[in-house]
């Protein structure tokens, strides 16, 4: 089965830095790549993924690259704000998996 | 449109009562998957369900089960609780294996219930 590592546990930035948090998985069968958020009180969210055909997609202020050959995918959050404190998730998966695996999680603090 | 609704939101148990808790998906999406979530644990899988068929299930006892019905509502039941079951339980639903040639399965998750066993 899929092996999902994150890193790191934990992330302390200072507001308007960037923040970079690294996911690695096990199977290179592995073709949809996305990044969760979970703020407090709340589930996770979905706020941004990639298909295995791409190297990179951008929405705003962050950004997913994937690495296929290596087996890692990145989330980049720049100009970091104070909402973007949160827990972030990676949940690499093959095409309409029914048991997805995600990472250990990424505890985002944005110092003032 | 209404997003995944989860409940109840909180219940404290006592240990060997059972619980059962309840998920409403979106409206369309047949897949329902549950999710464990502990601090020391992050998000464990429990089972996903897909056309009130359970297709995979996690490394959990048989204490935990679920069952999903004709409307896609899913429901999971937790019997013979212990202290190490209180967690924030999440449940996800998706269109499923039929999503369509992206094949991706984009979960939406509801806000969870948050089972305390004393």
């Known amino acids: 089965g899929e092996n999902v590592e994150q890193h790191p546990s934990t992330l302390s930035v200072q507001e308007g830095d960037s923040a970079v948090i690294k996911c690695t998985y096990s199977d290179s069968a592995s073709n949809y790549f996305p990044w969760y958020k979970q703020e407090l009180g709340k589930g996770p969210q979905l706020i941004i993924d990639?298909?295995?055909?791409?190297g990179e997609k951008k929405d705003q202020r962050i950004a997913v690259t994937l690495n296929k050959t290596a087996k890692h995918f990145s989330l980049h959050i720049t100009e970091t704000q104070p909402e973007d404190s949160a827990v972030y998730f990676c949940a690499p998966q093959y095409s309409s998996a029914s048991k997805i695996i995600f990472g250990s999680g990424t505890r985002l603090s944005i110092r003032p | 449109k209404a997003g995944v609704t989860q409940t109840p939101r909180y219940l404290i148990k006592t240990r060997g009562q059972q619980v059962t808790l309840s998920c409403s998906p979106i409206s369309g999406h047949r897949s329902v998957s549950w999710y464990q979530q502990t601090p020391g644990q992050g998000l464990q899988f429990l089972f996903e369900?897909?056309?009130?068929?359970?297709?995979n299930k996690g490394n959990f006892p048989g204490r935990f089960s679920g069952r999903q019905f004709s409307n896609s509502r899913s429901e999971m039941n937790v019997s013979t609780l212990e202290l190490g079951d209180s967690a924030l339980y999440l449940c996800?639903?998706?269109?499923?294996?039929?999503?369509?040639?992206?094949?991706?399965?984009?979960?939406?998750f509801g806000a969870g219930s948050r089972l305390t066993v004393l």
């Open positions: 996800a639903s998706s269109l499923g294996p039929t999503s369509g040639s992206s094949g991706a399965n984009v979960l939406t």
């Open positions: 369900y897909f056309s009130e068929t359970q297709r």
């Open positions: 990639i298909r295995s055909n791409v």
